[in-house]
T-cell receptor, first 111, second 117 residues
Framework: AQTVTQSQPEMSVQEAETVTLSCTYD???????LFWYKQPPSRQMILVIR??????QNATENRFSVNFQKAAKSFSLKISDSQLGDTAMYFC????????FGQGTELSVKP | GAVVSQHPSRVICKSGTSVKIECRSL??????MFWYRQFPKKSLMLMAT?????????EQGVEKDKFLINHASLTLSTLTVTSAHPEDSSFYIC?????????????FGQGTRLTVV
């Protein structure tokens, strides 16, 4: 069965600094996608970034980038130039047909 | 992105009654919909997957007779919590996608906070 593990329940970062959220996963499939979602206090799920397992190049979306290590089954999220609006729960997710989420990391950006 | 509307956003019901939550895809046809349950500051736990016109597939440990899921059209799925009890109080979130491929993005509803008193 597929699993997704986020080992950092809480993290904090100073505004304008860089922070990395970690995620590991397990799957027996070769074809899958990985995602990072943001859930602000409104609890609306927002897609931050996605990575196709077949692509070696790490995905980047503006200030957000990932470090995808397929052999190690690791998928970390780096947030550069952190902003107050980045404060939220962040969930790593694995999609091999259905979307399975990690436990989440609560990120606080401090002024 | 596509819009998924979930209704109601908040509901309070008495213990023993049933409550229905609707999930609608407003601008696309959702061949697959998912229902999740989330406790405060916890992960989203997948409850079931529903495909239009067929029976829902429930995750292990989820009572299918208690959480009735209907996906009667390509734009609407409903979750009915039957004979609700206080332990069913939670935040329920639906998501919808067009197509079954792993690369298809899932769009999320706003969630429903259910309180059973």
């Amino acid at each position: 069965a597929q699993t997704v593990t986020q080992s950092q329940p809480e993290m904090s970062v100073q505004e304008a600094e860089t922070v990395t959220l970690s995620c590991t996963y397990d799957t027996s499939e070769n074809n899958y996608y990985l995602f990072w979602y943001k859930q602000p206090p409104s609890r609306q799920m927002i897609l931050v970034i996605r990575q196709e397992a077949y692509k070696q190049q790490n995905a980047t979306e503006n200030r957000f980038s990932v470090n995808f290590q397929k052999a190690a089954k690791s998928f970390s999220l780096k947030i550069s130039d952190s902003q107050l609006g980045d404060t939220a729960m962040y969930f790593c997710a694995l999609n091999e047909g259905k979307l399975i989420f990690g436990q989440g990391t609560e990120l606080s950006v401090k002024p | 992105g596509a819009v998924v509307s979930q209704h109601p956003s908040r509901v309070i019901c008495k213990s023993g009654t049933s409550v229905k939550i609707e999930c609608r895809s407003l601008d696309f046809q959702a061949t697959t919909m998912f229902w999740y349950r989330q406790f405060p500051k916890k992960s989203l736990m997948l409850m079931a997957t529903s495909n239009e016109g067929s029976k829902a597939t429930y995750e292990q440990g989820v009572e299918k007779d208690k959480f009735l899921i209907n996906h009667a059209s390509l734009t609407l799925s409903t979750l009915t919590v039957t004979s609700a009890h206080p332990e069913d109080s939670s935040f329920y979130i639906c998501s919808a996608k067009q197509g079954a491929g792993v690369n298809t993005e899932a769009f999320f509803g706003q969630g429903t906070r259910l309180t059973v008193v």
